[in-house]
């Protein structure tokens, strides 16, 4: 059974860069048929969808039109985790963040992140 | 404004059966497989049916889901307490390239 672990900082400073990370059991970050996803949830964007990265022979990434100058996901295969950076954020980032598997059938608890100085 | 497009909010009594529709188009639903998953609060959604009627291990047969051109529906039927809870449709969209989200149904059982 595959589960999702988050962890990162639930507080972030506006301009600095929001780290949080994904630790995968019950697959593998470099499975030829999985996908590793960023999704984020508030109130004001509902779900939305930030990115995600897969290893086909070579590592992909996949970014939402509306992070994609400062987003960064990042398998890291020594840990089988992959993660997630967002740079320059605004109180507009604050939101509750979730990684999730290929076809969004597995989920981590999810990690609220605030913006505030 | 969400891409797919969900009704805010359905109810039902216990028992009822109450389906949860899903409008999207030719670049997302009308080419890929629908997911739904299931959100109680305060807790992350949870995977309800993908591949727009398979369902995980361990969900009841009482949740199905179906699709049809560029429309798909969740139904549930012999509605419990228990299933109050937010409802979200999901799928892939060719044209954003990305993963696109109804903006959640509100189902209240009364």
């Known amino acids: 059974q595959v589960q999702l672990q988050q962890s990162g900082p639930g507080l972030v400073k506006p301009s600095q860069t929001l780290s949080l990370t994904c630790t995968i059991s019950?697959?593998?970050?470099?499975?030829?048929?999985?996908?590793w996803n960023w999704i984020r949830q508030s109130p004001s964007r509902g779900l939305e969808w930030l990115g995600r990265?897969?290893?086909?022979?070579?590592?992909?990434?996949d970014y939402a039109v509306s992070v994609k100058s400062r987003i960064t996901i990042n398998p890291d295969t020594s840990k089988n985790q992959f993660s997630l950076q967002l740079n320059y954020v605004t109180p507009d980032d604050t939101a509750v963040y979730y990684c999730?598997?290929?076809?969004?059938?597995?989920w981590g608890q999810g990690t609220l992140v605030t913006v505030s100085s | 404004q969400s891409v797919l497009t969900q009704p805010p909010s359905t109810s039902g009594t216990p028992g009822q059966r109450v389906t949860i529709s899903c409008s999207g188009s030719?670049?997302?639903?009308?080419?890929?497989?629908v997911n739904w998953c299931q959100q109680l609060p305060g807790t992350a959604p949870k995977a309800l049916i993908y591949?727009?009627?398979q369902r995980p291990s361990g969900v009841p047969d009482r949740f199905s889901g179906s699709k049809s051109g560029t429309s798909a529906s969740l139904a549930i039927s012999g509605l419990q307490s228990d299933d109050e809870a937010n409802y979200y449709c999901?799928?892939?969209?060719?044209?954003?390239?990305?993963?696109?989200f109804g903006g959640g149904t509100k189902l209240t059982v009364l």
């Open positions: 999730a598997s290929s076809q969004l059938d597995h």
């Open positions: 019950g697959d593998s970050v470099s499975s030829n048929s999985a996908a």
């Open positions: 990265t897969y290893y086909r022979s070579k590592w992909y990434n």
């Open positions: 030719t670049s997302n639903i009308g080419r890929n497989t």
């Open positions: 591949g727009n009627s």
């Open positions: 999901a799928v892939w969209d060719d044209s954003v390239k990305g993963w696109v």
